[in-house]
């Protein structure tokens, strides 16, 4: 497929536009940041990596009703989405307490969270993606009411799907962020990636706290073999997939 114009370069992906303006390309790069982009590196086969993990996910997703900005995969790095309106939340789902939670928090690493957390962070990298309040929400304009009841229902059935899906591949879903969009009929659409870059992955099979990590926390704190963790979730997830 030929790309058409650049639209976006972000930090892990690029956005093309097609010859079709309901349809944009986005390609999965190995670039890696992280701490607000204070950290780069390159993951090898990382954008690879991420866009098959993305691409099975998104399709069960899917099949289990959720509607996603997903429609086809067309290289091994390539995936055909819906063009939507992003709605500028990073919607975080936490299932045990880790990363900014335990350092903005006295919750310790590792603490199981029940019910399951729902945060809303502000996309905005000039202001360092802050944790926001509903009213605050409310006030900057950024989403309905409705619409963040819709986030957050919507993040929790995600994250049943995930956690339940993971499970079977030997791997706890810690947290994970989640992006959407708003399709021309105002219809909430899940949208970005879903990977080990956005997701906290254990182990279950590890037996000490650095083997299990199996997600960009292995990039961000320096732990090593992250291009082997990633490949290791990649295959577990096939290794679940109904082709197999
Ligand atoms: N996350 C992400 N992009 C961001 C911030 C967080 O994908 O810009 C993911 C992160 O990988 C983790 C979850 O969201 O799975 C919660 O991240 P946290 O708030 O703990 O921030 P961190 O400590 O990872 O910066």
């Given at each position: 497929m030929s790309f058409g114009e650049k639209l976006y370069e972000g930090k892990a992906k690029i956005i093309y536009a097609t010859d079709d303006p309901e349809v944009l390309l986005t390609y999965f790069k190995d670039d890696a940041t992280a701490?607000?982009?204070?950290?780069?590196g390159q993951?090898?086969?990382?954008?690879?990596?991420?866009?098959?993990?993305?691409?099975?996910?998104?399709?069960?997703?899917?099949?289990?009703?959720?509607p996603t900005h997903w429609i086809d995969t067309i290289s091994d790095r390539e995936m055909r989405v819906k063009a939507l309106t992003i709605i500028p939340l990073e919607v975080v789902v936490r299932n045990l307490a880790a990363g900014s939670l335990c350092r903005q928090t006295?919750?310790?690493?590792?603490?199981?969270?029940?019910?399951?957390?729902?945060?809303?962070?502000?996309?905005?990298?000039?202001l360092g993606d802050p944790l926001l309040t509903l009213?605050?929400?409310?006030?900057?304009?950024?989403?309905?009411?409705?619409?963040?009841?819709t986030l957050r229902r919507q993040a929790l059935k995600i994250n049943q799907l995930l956690t339940d899906f993971f499970m079977g591949c030997g791997i706890t879903l810690v947290d994970f962020k989640l992006e959407f969009g708003l399709d021309p009929s105002q219809q909430v659409i899940l949208a970005d990636e879903i990977s080990?870059?956005?997701?906290?992955?254990?182990?279950?099979t590890a037996t000490d706290e650095t083997q299990r990590v199996m997600d960009k926390?292995?990039?961000?704190?320096?732990?090593?073999?992250?291009?082997?963790?990633?490949?290791?979730?990649?295959?577990r997830v096939l290794a679940q997939s109904p082709k197999n």
């Open positions: 701490f607000n982009a204070q950290k780069r993951i090898v086969d990382k954008g690879k990596i991420n866009c098959a993990i993305s691409t099975e996910l998104f399709q069960r997703l899917a099949a289990a009703a959720i006295n919750l310790p690493l590792g603490q199981r969270l029940d019910p399951p957390l729902v945060e809303f962070y502000y996309k905005n990298d000039d009213d605050r929400i409310h006030a900057m304009a950024l989403a309905s009411q409705e619409q963040i009841a080990p870059d956005t997701c906290r992955l254990w182990d279950q926390d292995r990039f961000r704190q320096d732990l090593g073999q992250v291009e082997q963790a990633y490949q290791r979730v990649l295959d």
